[in-house]
């Protein structure tokens, strides 16, 4: 989810050839949602390695679920650890990314079009939560016939739809790698997300829902607010501070805010942004299942739980817990300048704490 680079790579790799193919799959009956509502035609864009599935296949099953931003194209927005060759090897293994109900990227959501009205739903789509999701990706599991995972690694987000799949499904998933993430949303998360949100509120066109441009300048501002999270102390003052020790006013980190505001802005909507920002308040891999702690010691997979030392938004206590309640759970913590952002960017420590369990 939170990622201020999730699409660094989109401008550098445009112009390279693509391994991970897109793929859309329409759910024909309707889909009831967790918190109500339903739909019908239920879209869930998913990439995969060339080589298609097909029964019997011999190749290893790699499921990636991505963070907040992100698209399901892996080898875009990881393009150090997935492609031909590389330590998600989309040759070797058959590696699988769904893209999450309410994004941007194709899946059904809030910027899809209603078939009752002709124009976006906008705030007529069901609220989203992680367990959707997660029965969408399902729904593409059962699609292409996989029987079992036998990795599935998330980050952030994607690590919230990780352990929860590895609660729904503990028999599908053989190994499961949980990158700063957590079992239950906490108050300081919950408040992140709303103040982006009231950033998304606070533009006047918002609200309007006269086209899918509306909260734009809102969203701009909500982007900034999420980087703050998602960096630290240490890496703006490494990566920010200004050229010239004389200038009157400092405005390099100022620029990086605005820059990366309108980046997203460029690529996403305000809709999609406060769906799925939403989506995160329903994170509770306990609920209606006895308490986290319950629901945890249902998990089968062989697990590793990885921590950033510098992480500020999922500070490393919890994964520490998310170890000490699922069995037999493996605790990793990987060094950092950049926080929550070290997920992806520190590459060779992910490398080397991942590769034993490395189907």
Excluded at 25 to 51: A, C, M, P, Q, W
Excluded at 214 to 222: D, M, N, Q, S, Y
Aim: aromatic share 12%; net charge negative; proline share 4%.
């Amino acid at each position: 989810m939170y990622s201020s680079m999730a699409d660094f790579s989109v401008n550098l790799y445009v112009f390279c050839r693509r391994y991970m193919i897109r793929h859309e799959y329409i759910h024909n009956d309707k889909f009831e949602f967790e918190g109500g509502g339903r739909i019908e035609g239920l879209k869930v864009v998913y990439h995969t390695s060339e080589r298609p599935w097909a029964k019997g296949d011999s190749r290893k099953v790699i499921w990636i679920c991505h963070a907040l931003t992100a698209n399901s194209d892996a080898e875009d927005w990881w393009p150090e650890l997935v492609g031909p060759g590389k330590f998600f090897d989309t040759e070797k293994y058959f590696v699988v990314c769904a893209n999450m109900l309410g994004s941007a990227y194709g899946s059904s959501g809030p910027a899809s079009v209603n078939p009752d009205t002709g124009r976006p739903y906008y705030f007529d789509f069901p609220l989203i939560t992680v367990r959707d999701i997660v029965r969408a990706n399902i729904l593409v599991r059962q699609h292409l016939g996989i029987e079992a995972i036998d990795l599935m690694i998330g980050g952030s987000i994607g690590g919230f739809q990780s352990v929860e799949w590895g609660v729904m499904e503990p028999s599908r998933i053989r190994k499961m790698v949980l990158i700063a993430c957590s079992g239950r949303v906490t108050p300081w998360l919950t408040a992140w997300e709303e103040s982006q949100r009231l950033a998304l509120e606070a533009d006047p066109t918002f609200r309007e829902c006269a086209s899918l441009k509306g909260g734009e300048a809102g969203l701009r501002c909500a982007r900034s607010i999420a980087l703050i999270s998602y960096r630290s102390y240490e890496g703006y003052n490494l990566t920010q501070a200004e050229a010239d020790e004389d200038c009157l006013f400092a405005d390099r980190a100022g620029s990086y805010q605005r820059y990366q505001g309108k980046k997203l802005a460029d690529r996403f909507d305000a809709y999609s942004y406060y769906y799925l920002a939403k989506s995160a308040d329903s994170n509770n891999v306990g609920r209606g299942r006895g308490g986290v702690e319950k629901a945890l010691a249902d998990v089968k997979a062989e697990t590793l739980v990885i921590g950033i030392d510098s992480d500020r938004l999922f500070p490393v206590c919890e994964q520490k817990f998310l170890a000490a309640n699922i069995p037999d759970a493996e605790y990793m913590e990987i060094t950092s300048k950049f926080g929550h952002d070290g997920f992806l960017l520190e590459n060779e420590q992910l490398i080397n704490a991942i590769s034993p369990l490395l189907p």
